[in-house]
């Protein structure tokens, strides 16, 4: 069944017992995935901050550091646990099968980073780096200095700029069980022809979400 998972990520094991620990919740009871968390989140915040500091030469310090916590933050890593169904792969303990942790953010983040630990396990540090790099290709490309401001907070500027109403921020649904819900927000300004809609693993991440979008959409309007 595993076969699939490393398809995905696009590495395949040596030793299979690394990524069985890696998958496996403390609720299960035997060791668990916690040691190799806490490594993969050290090397996942080098690399990060590594590429950012050889892509973004002009950024400043504070610049990078806010984009570097983005990237790294539980909201892009579970997104990226729910891109590669590792949901599908992990060991939970009863509670938490019934519960719903297979889908809850916090759980699907940790289990992300320790299987970037596992692969700096299986393999070495220049590999696990490559595999990193590779899932955040798209994430890393293109990074403008909205990373000076959040999203909200630059789109709220440029609108009061131009003298409009704020921009309107709606929850349009949530997806899940309470402590593992998903969202979806709206954003829209009253005199403008433009709706946007983001998604995230909280209301606020959602929010951020649908202002990025919202910036791109004016952009994109000012280069027609």
Known sequence: MVEKLEHDLGYKFKD???????????????ESNERMEFLGDSILGFTIAAALFQLYP?????????????????DTLAELGVE?????????????????GFRRASILADAMEAVIGAIFLDSDITICQKQ????????LS???QVGQKDAKTELQELIQAKKL???LYEVVEMIGEAHNQQFFV??????????TKG????????EQDAAQQFLQELKNETTK
């Open 84 to 100: 590669f169904k590792l949901g599908d792969y992990l060991q939970l303990g009863v509670g938490e099968r019934k519960s719903g």
């Open 142 to 144: 293109g990074l403008t």
């Open 58 to 74: 002009k950024y400043s310090e504070g610049i990078l550091s806010r984009l570097r916590s983005n990237l790294v933050k539980k």
């Open 16 to 30: 299979q017992k690394i990524l069985d620990i890696a998958l496996r919740h403390r609720s299960v009871g035997k």
């Open 199 to 206: 998604e995230g693993f909280s209301k606020q991440a959602a």
């Open 186 to 195: 709206s954003c829209q300004v009253a005199e403008l022809d433009i709706i």
């Open 132 to 139: 990193i790099l590779r899932w955040y290709e798209k994430r």
């Open 165 to 167: 109403a704020l921009p």
